[in-house]
């Protein structure tokens, strides 16, 4: 693990680390006399897992071995450390030759590799600790500084842990064929349902794990759309849903909220310019929404560290998460000092969201802007190549969702239309169809809805 710099130094003390003597006994003696022995372990044991320095020189130069395809023995490993100078860094010959006393057994291998990766993250934790003490202490050192490391390194920790319990092919397989049968039983979306009829048949629901950009020009609609997904995905699941807000504030989005549920004109509410029977309306919605689990957080200069920690206390607060939304991509800075090159930032910061849907999994939707290109060409259909700093959005996106009205671009019709129509183009779709999901949209209040019902 990387250090912090520090001039005070609070030492582990003389307490031996966590370790198991026994079992990194064991797993060597079975490493020297099976190679299978080595493929299974050598996946998922680093030289660090083991504890004492003799049991890390053995492994090394087993690792060493099996990378140049050597045959692997007790005499072997014996003429390997002696020709690499190391066979005194372990005790000599009969440290080798103790470790042919243990009675090894293949079917406990994974077990005792459990034991001993155990040990080593608690040792790493320890460590750690001692780290943010020694950091706590040098005052030049910023508070937000020593958070954010020690959050990233205990991240990596909880990784380790994570890649601890991956299952075995049969396992993974026998999951998918139970998780198949139940499908089976009792037919629905295996993601998140948007509401959206045309768009959940193509996508099947948004999924965990999925990072979900959702393109358009600006007052194209793209907030009032993720509002409505946010809106039928708390109601229909009923869990939570955490909504970064870069541009509006989130009195904006109240009223927005407020306007879609009750039918009253944004216009209406702002000024307060309500009608008798609209105050029973509102005092019902707003009871309706107090009871959901709907988060607004509209802090400026949002980091990507920043949502994975507002993450965190949600999850703490309310242990799940339905759904992330973040209004949107191109407000992100990747750090508190934004980067010259604004290409790269926002390829880390892409490439971070998707991190962050794979690490919680959960389904994140960012809304992006499309470039002006599309306002000069006849046909004004969006495609992938219009998304601004496309490149790193486009690879890192599991889902690209493009908004488009072509009564957009005809101001008279939407005056004097209420209801318009909408296309939602798939223009990427990483495991499934692209395709166009026909929508209505509704001006004033601004809101989308399926163009016939569910059937």
């Known amino acids: 693990m990387k250090k912090f710099n520090s001039k005070i130094q609070f030492s582990i003390s003389d307490t031996p680390l966590p370790h198991n003597f026994l079992a990194e006994k064991i797993i060597l003696s079975c490493l020297l006399i099976n190679y299978e022995a080595i493929e299974i372990t050598i996946k998922t044991v680093r030289v660090e897992t083991f504890y004492f320095i003799n049991h890390q020189e053995i492994y090394k130069a087993i690792v060493e071995m099996y990378k140049k395809k050597l045959s692997i ?48 993250l608690r040792r790493s934790l320890i460590n750690l600790g001692y780290e943010v003490i020694n950091s706590a202490y040098i005052t030049n050192i910023p508070l937000e500084k020593i958070l954010n490391e020690f959050e990233k390194k205990s991240f990596s920790l909880t990784n380790e842990l994570i890649d601890e319990k991956k299952l075995t092919t049969p396992e993974l397989f026998s999951n998918v064929f139970l998780e198949l049968k139940e499908k089976a039983l009792k ?39 993720v509002l409505n997904v946010a809106e039928n995905i708390i109601k229909k699941y009923k ?140 046909n ?32 008279m019709v939407e005056k004097n239309e209420k209801i318009t129509t909408a296309e939602l183009i798939i223009a990427k779709h990483r495991n499934g169809p692209l395709g166009i999901a026909e929508l209505a949209f509704q001006n004033d209040p601004t809101k989308f809805f399926n163009t016939f019902p569910n059937s």
């Open 187 to 225: 037919p629905e979306l295996p993601g998140l349902a948007s509401g959206f009829y045309d768009l959940d048949s193509l996508t099947q629901g948004f999924q965990k794990s999925d990072l979900i950009i959702l393109a358009g020009r600006p007052s194209m609609g793209k907030t009032a759309f």
């Open 73 to 120: 023995n007790v005499f072997s490993v014996n003429d390997f450390l002696k020709e690499t100078g190391c066979l005194y860094k372990i005790g000599g010959t009969k440290v080798l030759l103790e470790l042919l006393n243990q009675i090894p057994n293949l079917v406990y291998l994974e077990e005792y590799i459990q034991l001993i990766q155990d040990k080593f």
């Open 239 to 378: 869990v939570p849903v955490l909504f970064f807000s870069l541009e509006m504030s989130k009195e904006q989005l109240i009223y927005r909220l407020l306007s879609n549920e009750t039918g009253i004109s944004q216009t209406r509410l702002k000024i307060g310019n309500l009608y008798k029977e609209d105050w029973h309306e509102l005092k019902n919605s707003i009871q309706k929404y107090s009871r959901l689990p709907f988060f607004i957080d509209d802090q400026p200069n949002l980091t990507t560290q920043d949502i994975r920690s507002k993450i965190k206390q949600i999850l703490f607060e309310q242990n799940n998460i339905g759904l992330i939304i973040i209004d949107y991509l191109q407000l992100l800075v990747n750090s508190k000092l934004k980067s010259e090159n604004r290409v790269q930032e926002l390829s880390q910061i892409t490439r971070a969201l998707k991190n962050l849907a794979k690490e919680f999994q959960i389904p994140v939707i960012a809304l992006s802007q499309l470039s002006r290109n599309v306002e000069n060409r006849i």
């Open 380 to 411: 004004k259909r969006p495609v992938l190549s219009d998304l601004r700093e496309s490149g790193s959005i486009e690879q890192d996106a599991d889902l690209v969702l493009m908004l488009y009205r072509e009564n957009y671009y005809n101001s």
